[in-house]
């Protein structure tokens, strides 16, 4: 058995052998290696170092998400500005403003959690066409009204 060790000496880590009466003692010190798989991954395996490049990535994507933050509440406050225009009401009674606003915040309120970058800018680009269309709808009705208005007092 000594010899066949010695031999493959691949099998043990550390071995010490003593014979004493024609027993035969294997010392291992195998503590001496990595505690547990992540330890042995730690030391031995291959460490990607973070370069300057990883880091300025990452403050691009802090900047990034902290300018799609600001265009959000840019968008919503331009919609609360817009929805002050719209004070006439629907056939139940109600001030299209606060229809406006009511939608605006469900509309928000659901996009709340949005990760991808596509679909929360898709909605960005959507909602702030949706708030120019209906200002220039807005503009244009108020146009013609006044030229109603104009044509009728002469």
Same mark, same amino acid.
């Given at each position: 058995?000594?010899?066949?060790?010695?031999?493959?000496?691949?099998?043990?880590? %550390?071995?010490?052998?003593?014979c004493?009466?024609?027993?035969?003692?294997? +010392?291992?010190?195998?503590?001496? #290696?990595?505690d !547990?798989?992540?330890?042995?991954? =730690?030391? %031995?395996?291959? $460490? $990607?170092?973070?370069?300057?490049? =990883?880091?300025?990535?990452?403050l691009? !994507?802090?900047?990034?998400?902290?300018?799609?933050? @600001?265009e959000?509440?840019?968008?919503y406050?331009?919609?609360?500005?817009?929805?002050?225009l719209?004070?006439?009401?629907d056939?139940?009674?109600?001030?299209?403003?606060?229809?406006?606003?009511? !939608?605006?915040? $469900?509309?928000?309120?659901e996009?709340?959690? +949005?990760?991808?970058?596509?679909?929360?800018?898709?909605?960005l680009?959507?909602g702030?066409?949706?708030? +120019?269309?209906?200002?220039e709808?807005?503009?244009? $009705?108020? @146009?013609? %009204?006044i030229?109603?208005?104009s #044509? =009728?007092? @002469?």
């Open positions: 058995m000594i010899g066949y060790l010695r031999r493959c000496p691949s099998l043990t880590i %550390h071995s010490k052998f003593f004493r009466s024609n027993v035969v003692f294997i +010392e291992r010190f195998l503590h001496e #290696g990595p !547990n798989v992540e330890e042995l991954l =730690d030391r %031995h395996g291959v $460490k $990607k170092e973070k370069s300057l490049d =990883d880091e300025e990535e990452e691009l !994507n802090r900047q990034r998400l902290s300018s799609t933050q @600001r959000a509440l840019a968008l406050r331009d919609i609360l500005r817009a929805s002050r719209f004070m006439w009401t056939s139940r009674g109600v001030l299209w403003r606060d229809i406006l606003r009511d !939608n605006a915040r $469900k509309e928000f309120e996009a709340r959690f +949005e990760k991808d970058p596509e679909v929360f800018t898709r909605l680009i959507c702030r066409d949706a708030v +120019e269309s209906a200002l709808k807005l503009a244009e $009705k108020q @146009r013609l %009204h030229q109603k208005e #044509g =009728d007092g @002469r």
